[in-house]
């Protein structure tokens, strides 16, 4: 009996051993959370443009954050009278702008961007985690953005647009090459004001440029890897003030919640892993 009891008690510790290395290798092989500074409150209120330069000016991230909230860029910023400003601007950027830090239904997307028409801004996931966000000025009422999935295509650090070829397009990448409309840095005057394009900060269009994926081709006419999906949904109201100056009454007005990444998501789902699966296999072939 005590030969029994004691081969019991080292297959117990075995299992146990065994079953904690397994834990220690999930734990090492799944996804870190990002950790974000958090401030203690978020609120907005509008001061004289040129007072809050002249007490914030040498403050690169108050200024990065502020440019952001009012949807702009250095340039423009100097030319409005009064802009959004967080009451606390200890936080990370991601606290003051609209995308949720993870969406569940993502986790098995390695790589996403969405471009949100309504508020103005852009957000890069990787399975699930929000990566990247910044402020975007897309499509005027004239020559709207297209809304729906894409994929990125071709990529050039500086290119001349297809409709004035006075315009210098920096970071230009490609989302949809019959209609020419793709992300690149360029003036955001602090609302949609493009050809259709999706206008980016240098620093935010360099960052996308560098992290989303080209596509491959089998020959001119044949894509055979897609790139990044990118989905770009919601419209705009031209009529009305500017949305995010809502944000003075009510911080959270133009909130996206999980659940509405989730509805915008799940139409191109079934597209996007199809895509991601057939990248994974070109890209192990060539091992």
Known sequence: ????????????????????????????????????????????????????????????????????????????LKQMDSILIPGDMSGDIEFYLPFPMTVSYLKDIKKVIFFSYPTQTFAAYEKGQLIYTGPTNMGSKNHVTPTGLFFTNWKAEETTSTFDDEWDLRWNFNVENKLGVGWHQYSLPGYPASHSCLRLQETDAKYLYDWADEWQLADSETVKVKGTPVIVFGSYDFAAPRPWLQLATDPKALAISENQIEEETMPFLSDILKEQKNRDAVQSAKK
């Not at 080292?10 to 290395?21: H, N, P």
């Not at 834990?23 to 907005?44: C, G």
């Not at 330069?53 to 502020?66: E, Q, Y």
């Open 1 to 76: 009996m005590k030969k029994i009891a004691l081969l019991f008690n080292i297959s117990i510790l075995i299992l146990f051993a065994s079953c904690k290395q397994q834990a220690d290798v999930e734990s090492v092989e799944s996804d870190p959370v990002i950790k974000r500074q958090e401030p203690k409150s978020v609120s907005f209120h509008f001061e004289n443009t040129k007072q809050w330069l002249a007490a914030n000016g040498a403050d690169n991230k108050a200024l990065r954050i502020a440019y952001a909230v009012n949807r702009t860029d250095a340039a423009n």
